[in-house]
Structures are given as structure tokens and as C-alpha cells.
């Protein structure tokens, strides 16, 4: 009788990305987790081990050949909602079209089919809103030729941007476009390919949790039940901030995923977090201590000379600010400290308070006026006012809320 040896394979190595390894492809997904493709291995997120492509997309495995992924991007197009939001995988001469981690009907397609005059074999995909490009568009990257698709004229214009590395995955993330090669990326302007500033630089250092790389990756997000913040504030863009500690985060950017940054990235000259901050009429005051600095919001913030300055010059006030707030369209600023709060004319030269009101509360940590009314931070709740006549008028405090996800980035 013959004896059977039975072949048995030790499961492959997961992909370590922390090793330096090439991405095949970079999207968010229709949540805003970002996808990391290498072989038949994603990761979700910033953070943790790989898993197999087709536990999250299950026909992307090696029964249909497409064990890889060319290029993946996430559609903008507002206008067709059949569209907007679907994620676009690529592979050889075909694509995937997903929604909600479903394959859509009649995929896969020829790359032709949806987007004529692309071609075949990809090395990168990344999406481009109208405003960023000048109408919504998906930029193809193939070699250093880069095919600009106009989504809704179904166009291509074909640019050659020799001067950027051959980009094996692309993605856009916080407003800004990133080439990635190797294990390093390169910042590039979507129209013009135009690169500023010191690059490559190396991935690991600013898309993922790496030990011993990183620049602040090391701030763990806290629980919402455990939640504390220093100050949050949003702009008349529409981007909105929280402060805590050292770091700060874009709230308003949670569909590209929640990131923090140490606060010097962006003021560099505020080395110990904050007090208070708010804006006021394209500019961002942020308050430590008993100074106040101010900074022009344009591209980059940038100090403005003479400051930063006492509380008194700037503001006509003294002591510990615990959080201040300005209301959408209003020229008053209202600072809070302990059981006090005072409204500043910041129209006026010098500037001094014109009204001071007793508080039903104290030890807040931070405010925000918005459409949705006031809102009191304290811990991990807070306290909801229609407006500052109202919160001058109360005699006693509402009932606080808890503090969710959607509000701060926090895990439930």
C-alpha cells in the first residue's frame, strides 16, 4: 500500500505595511475608513493588521483572477446618485463598481464601458471634487501620463507630469492629493501636478500607526464616556476644530477619517495646547495662559506680526479663560471664565467688554455657537443654549447631554 503525504501549506505571512511596503491601491470607502490594497491583503484604517481583500469585497479573490487590485478611487458625483460614492476598483482590463461592500449589478465591466478613453492596466485612480478640478473629475494615472476625466462630459484630457515619481496608488485626503511610490508619497496640485514643499516623504510616518515612525500617531482616541477637550471651534468655511492637550483634529473632514496632528503643525508657535479658541473674521484666536494669538486662516496659517499678545491688550480682560465662543454673523465674542461670562465688542478699538453676566455653571472646558445654538462642554457632556441672550438669561442649567461621536470624533 502506498502512503498519501498530504501538502500542507503554512498560511502565508500577513503584508506588514510598517515593513515599507508599495500600496497597489489607496480609497476611502463610502464611510470615509480608508482601504490599503497590497495583493490579495486591504487594511481599514490607520491602524492594524491586514485582512484578506475578499472578507470585506467578497469577488476579489482568486476565482475571478483579481487576487490585485491596479487602482481603486471613490466617485464624487453629487449630481448622479446612483453613482456618487461608489467605489471603483481596477484590475487589468476591468472594473468593479461597489456600494456598501456589494458588487453592483452588471460588474464587472471593460474599463471602455464606463470610461471611455481610459486605458487599460492602471497604475493609480483618485477622485477630484469640482472646485479642487475644475469640474468633477477622476484622474487616471498610467507611466507619467495622467488621463483627466471629466465625470459628467465623460472627456479625457491627457496631461504628462514627468517630474512626479510613477504612482502605484493615489488617494485625496483632508483636500489635498497625494502620489504614493514605494514606501514613500509626494503631495501634488490636482490641475497642475505642481509639487511644494520637502517630498517624498515616508508613509509610515503620517498614513499609519507605525512603532517608532510617526508624528504624533501616538494619541489614542478616547472614549466618549472619557471624553475632555480644551476647545472647539469652527470657521465660516465650515471646517471645524477640537483641542485637547497637545493635538488638534478637522471634525468636518470625518468622511476622509478622523486624524490628529500635534497643534504646532499648525501654530507653530503654540507649544503647550490651548485655553480658548475662536474665529473672527478670517482669522483663528487661540488663547494659553494670558496670551492670545492670532493667525490669518488663508492657505497657510500664519502669524500675525506683534503677537502673540496679553488678553488685556487684545480683549480688555484678565485672569484664566476657560472657553470662548463667536455666533455665526456676530462681531461679539463671549469669553467664559469660572461662573462669568463676558461679551467683548470686537468691533471696538481698544476693545472692552460690554456686558458681564453671572453663569448657572462652572468648569466649562469649551464652547461653540453654531446654527444649532450654543453648545457648553464639560467632561463628556454638554449643556445646549438657543443663544447667548438665552444663556445670559438662564438662572439654572439644562439638562447636559452626553458627548457622541458625530460631535467630536470619539469612539462610542
Known sequence: SQVHFEHTHAPAALPDRCAGIEFDAIT????????????????????????PSNESFKELDDLHNIGHVDAAFRMHNPENPDDHDHIYFFQDDKMFSYYNHTLEDGYPK????????IPTHLDAAVECPKGECIADS?????GNDVHV????????K?????HLPVCTSATRWLEHYYCFHGHNFTRFHPVSGEVSGDYPKDARRYFMTCPNFGHGGHYKVRKCSEAKIDAIATDDAGKSYIFAGPIYMRLDTHRDGLHAFPITKAWKEVTSGVDAVFFY?????????????????AAHYTLIEGYPKTLKEELGIEGHVDAAFVCPNEHTVHVIQGQTMRAVDLTATPRAETQVVPMPLSDIDAARCSAEGIHLFKGSQYYNYESPMMLALSKIAP??????????GCEE
Not at 477622476?138 to 498610467?142: A, E, I, N, R, Y
Not at 491627457?158 to 514627468?162: A, M, P
Not at 447631554?401 to 460631535?407: F, G, R, S, V
Open 28 to 51: 476611502p470607502d463610502e464611510k470615509g475608513n480608508m482601504l490599503f490594497f497590497k495583493g490579495s491583503h486591504l487594511w481599514t484604517g490607520y491602524r492594524g493588521p491586514a485582512q
Open 158 to 162: 491627457t496631461k504628462t507630469w514627468s
Open 138 to 142: 477622476v484622474l487616471f494615472f498610467k
Open 399 to 408: 439638562v447636559p447631554q452626553n458627548i457622541t461621536k458625530a460631535m467630536i
Open 110 to 117: 471593460e474599463i471602455q464601458e464606463d470610461f471611455p478613453g
Open 281 to 297: 473674521t478670517n482669522k483663528i484666536y487661540l488663547i494659553k495662559g494670558d496670551q492670545v494669538y492670532i493667525y490669518k486662516t
Open 149 to 156: 476625466y471629466d465625470v459628467s462630459t465623460k472627456t479625457v
